[in-house]
């Protein structure tokens, strides 16, 4: 490994020890798309003889393609939460005026 790969790795890991709390998907994307950027960056750049170079710049579009990827899961995952909490919402509405059908009922029974 290059000195430039494992400084990159070790900022990296900086951020990521210091975020004070679980990663988002776009964090998760984000560091998955470095690492793998600049992985085959490297790979690229030892092929030409400059693999810190090839790292660096495979690094930072992985980061950029992994955020993006990241957030639109992230979207997505929102998305279905907000679609759970108006199905939970509906269902306490149905079951609210099931009980009041049934109170109805009970008082014209008498």
Same mark, same amino acid.
């Given at each position: 490994?290059? $000195? &430039?790969?494992?400084?990159?790795? !070790? @900022?990296?890991? %900086? !951020?990521?020890?210091?975020?004070?709390?679980?990663?988002? &998907?776009?964090?998760?994307?984000?560091g @998955?798309? *470095?690492?793998?950027? *600049?992985? *085959?960056?490297? /790979? @690229?750049?030892a $092929? &030409?003889?400059?693999p810190?170079?090839?790292? +660096? #710049?495979?690094?930072?579009?992985?980061?950029?393609?992994g +955020?993006? /990827?990241?957030?639109?899961?992230?979207? =997505?995952e #929102?998305?279905?939460?907000?679609? =759970?909490?108006? %199905?939970?919402?509906?269902?306490?509405e149905?079951?609210?005026?099931?009980?009041e059908?049934?109170?109805?009922k009970? =008082?014209?029974?008498?």
């Amino acid at each position: 490994m290059t $000195a &430039t790969t494992l400084a990159l790795v !070790f @900022i990296a890991t %900086i !951020f990521w020890a210091c975020s004070g709390g679980p990663l988002t &998907t776009r964090e998760k994307g984000a560091g @998955i798309g *470095a690492l793998g950027g *600049a992985a *085959a960056g490297g /790979i @690229i750049g030892a $092929a &030409t003889g400059h693999p810190g170079v090839g790292a +660096a #710049v495979g690094g930072a579009l992985g980061l950029g393609a992994g +955020a993006l /990827i990241g957030d639109q899961l992230q979207g =997505q995952e #929102v998305k279905q939460v907000d679609q =759970q909490r108006q %199905i939970d919402a509906n269902q306490a509405e149905l079951d609210r005026q099931q009980r009041e059908l049934d109170r109805l009922k009970q =008082q014209r029974e008498y």
